[in-house]
């Protein structure tokens, strides 16, 4: 199966609030997906659904043929919008705990990350600022071998330059038959390392293309035509 | 040499182009090995799927080659690297002749502009 993602027409509706209405999407395997859209447009939401946090209305998703659950839970690595770990812990204890949870997690690779952001992992999480914080969390998720990654919003806390550190962290750590989808509103950061971008708005995708087609069909940077697409 | 990406146009254009600009000045030598392409996507921070599509088309005008186990290599054809050559330097000289001309130069003028900064970059 070359799909690692694939929905069929997944509705999800809040109340009467519908924050995803019919997406249908199939992302190949290999691939740096950017799911590019402004607040509350439903990029969380996909993404939860994507990780069994959230249920579908109607429609359905599979993940390497499998609806979101125990089995796709195994694969994916998912760095969510907030953080969900213990603040007392200790970062050494947390990569105990993932360990433990994961079997696909690589403990020697979130150590040398920690070492390369300096990071001490005596450090009890309740310490750092909030861009450590963060950046503990997306070494956590880029250590495993997963074969999907979704990170909600990676790099919006931390600063420029290790913003550029985890973009590389990025390029570095996935192998050639992982997906990586990034939801982001960062986009001028990040569009030279996408191969395709999923523009998302009210709840609908409105574009899916790659960097490139873009670029060639425009003359505009994605960041550029983002702007257009969803002016204010 | 840093890698320069511009935001409006192509990245897997820009890769070409920066490639064959490593090549013609030697940072690349003849013969020589490439780096991986995911060394070389790392170290221009783009998408190893975008550099590869980029060193496939450079394979195919013949300015790269690939042998199967050990990797990608520079061609020997010193003539292949002197037509690439030509080729980004008519591209450069088009865009300035293009810019002098927006600016109101006719050709002559725009001769006795480079011979005088050419003079002076010599001294």
Not at chain 2, 33 to 39: C, I, M, T
Not at chain 2, 73 to 80: A, K, L, P, R
Not at chain 2, 103 to 113: A, P, Q, R, T, V
Request: net charge neutral; with cysteine; glycine share 6%.
């Amino acid at each position: 199966m070359s799909n690692i993602l694939e929905c069929k027409n997944v509705t999800k509706v809040f109340g009467a609030k519908v924050a995803l209405s019919g997406v249908t999407l199939n992302i190949p395997r290999g691939k740096i997906v950017g799911l590019l859209g402004p607040n509350a447009s439903g990029k969380s939401t996909f993404i939860k659904l994507c990780n069994d946090l959230l249920t579908p209305t109607s429609g359905e998703i599979l993940i390497d043929g499998n609806r979101p659950g125990i089995e796709t839970k195994k694969i994916v690595s998912y760095l969510p919008e907030r953080n969900y770990l213990n603040d007392w812990m200790k970062v050494a204890d947390i990569i105990g705990l993932f360990r433990d949870f994961y079997s696909d997690f690589n403990e020697e690779k979130a150590y040398d990350m920690l070492r390369r952001l300096d990071i001490n992992p005596k450090d009890k999480l309740k310490t750092m600022s909030k861009g450590t914080k963060e950046k503990v969390q997306l070494i956590l998720v880029m250590s495993r071998e997963a074969q999907l990654y979704m990170l909600d919003e990676p790099i919006g806390g931390v600063d420029p330059a290790a913003r550029d550190y985890i973009l590389d962290t990025i390029l570095s750590n996935y192998n050639e038959n992982a997906t990586i989808i990034i939801s982001t509103h960062l986009i001028s950061d990040i569009e030279k390392i996408l191969d395709e971008v999923v523009f998302i708005k009210e709840g609908k995708i409105v574009l899916t293309k790659t960097v490139d087609e873009i670029r060639e069909e425009t003359g505009k940077s994605v960041d550029s035509l983002f702007r257009e697409v969803f002016k204010c | 040499m840093p890698w320069e990406l511009k935001s409006d146009r192509p990245i897997y254009s820009q890769l070409i182009e920066q490639i064959e600009l490593r090549i013609c000045s030697g940072v690349y030598p003849l013969g020589s090995k490439l780096p991986s392409v995911r060394d070389l996507a790392q170290e221009a921070a783009v998408n190893p799927n975008t550099m590869q599509r980029a060193l496939a088309k450079l394979e195919e005008d013949g300015l790269l080659y690939s042998n199967r186990t050990s990797g990608r290599f520079v061609t020997e054809d010193v003539n292949m690297v002197k037509q690439v050559k030509n080729k980004l330097a008519q591209e450069h000289v088009q865009v300035f002749l293009k810019k002098m001309k927006e600016l109101g130069f006719d050709y002559n003028e725009i001769l006795s502009i480079i011979t005088t900064i050419a003079e002076e970059m010599k001294q």
